[in-house]
T-cell receptor, first 115, second 110 residues
Framework: GAVVSQHPSRVICKSGTSVKIECRSLDFQATTMFWYRQFPKKSLMLMATSNEGSKATYEQGVEKDKFLINHASLTLSTLTVTSAHPEDSSFYIC???????????FGPGTRLTVL | EDQVTQSPEALRLQEGESSSLNCSYTVSGLRGLFWYRQDPGKGPEFLFT???AGEEKEKERLKATLTKKESFLHITAPKPEDSATYLC???????????FGQGTRLTINP
């Protein structure tokens, strides 16, 4: 139980294009999901908290117009990187809270490369 | 501000050589302390949650313990497949978000 999926697992795009990443909780409902960014050999950096049916809460320094988050259902949150640039290249990971265990379960991550 | 510090940053052990990883924390009203394992290029995998000082949890060769200031992840007779980065995180007060440490990169040599 407590499986979180992400799609795509990796994506390569051209500078200036937008990329959407999906995060799904497969066997539980999640009112709250989180989006993280991870640089090589570094720990996870929280970008934003995604709440079902309401606006996301962004961490300080994260551009909300660049990283659009939508949490339209209890099992799906999406992160759209708008007008991507090479500096947005990174490993993006989502997580979802299982209410029954109050534990965050993580997706497998999405490797974004912007050329 | 909640903070988590993990040590050592990296640890190399021989197969079968037991050791411990440390996670020191400061938090306002600990709601939970979490241990995750992360393999390269993958998302963190949940291992344990500890809620109060004195609590211990075990899973195979791993045992996590908790005091009011730190947590230890003890690894007994490790195998090469235990090689990974181990992340510690705390959840404090009324917040749902986690504050992560920098992780310990563990390498077990056969």
């Amino acid at each position: 139980g407590a499986v979180v999926s992400q799609h795509p697992s990796r994506v390569i795009c051209k500078s200036g294009t937008s990329v959407k990443i999906e995060c799904r909780s497969l066997d539980f409902q999640a009112t709250t999901m989180f989006w993280y960014r991870q640089f090589p050999k570094k720990s996870l950096m929280l970008m934003a908290t995604s709440n079902e049916g309401s606006k996301a809460t962004y961490e300080q320094g994260v551009e909300k117009d660049k990283f659009l988050i939508n949490h339209a259902s209890l099992t799906l949150s999406t992160l759209t990187v708008t007008s991507a640039h090479p500096e947005d290249s990174s490993f993006y990971i989502c997580s979802a809270i299982s209410l029954s265990t109050d534990t965050q379960y993580f997706g497998p991550g999405t490797r974004l490369t912007v050329l | 501000e909640d903070q988590v510090t993990q040590s050592p940053e990296a640890l190399r052990l021989q197969e079968g050589e037991s050791s411990s990883l440390n996670c020191s924390y400061t938090v306002s009203g600990l709601r939970g302390l979490f241990w995750y394992r992360q393999d390269p290029g993958k998302g963190p995998e949940f291992l344990f949650t500890l809620y109060s000082a004195g609590e211990e949890k075990e899973k195979e060769r791993l045992k996590a313990t908790l005091t009011k200031k730190e947590s230890f992840l003890h690894i007994t007779a490790p195998k090469p497949e235990d090689s990974a980065t181990y992340l510690c995180a705390v959840q404090g007060g009324g917040a749902q978000k986690l504050v992560f440490g920098q992780g310990t990169r563990l390498t077990i040599n056969p």
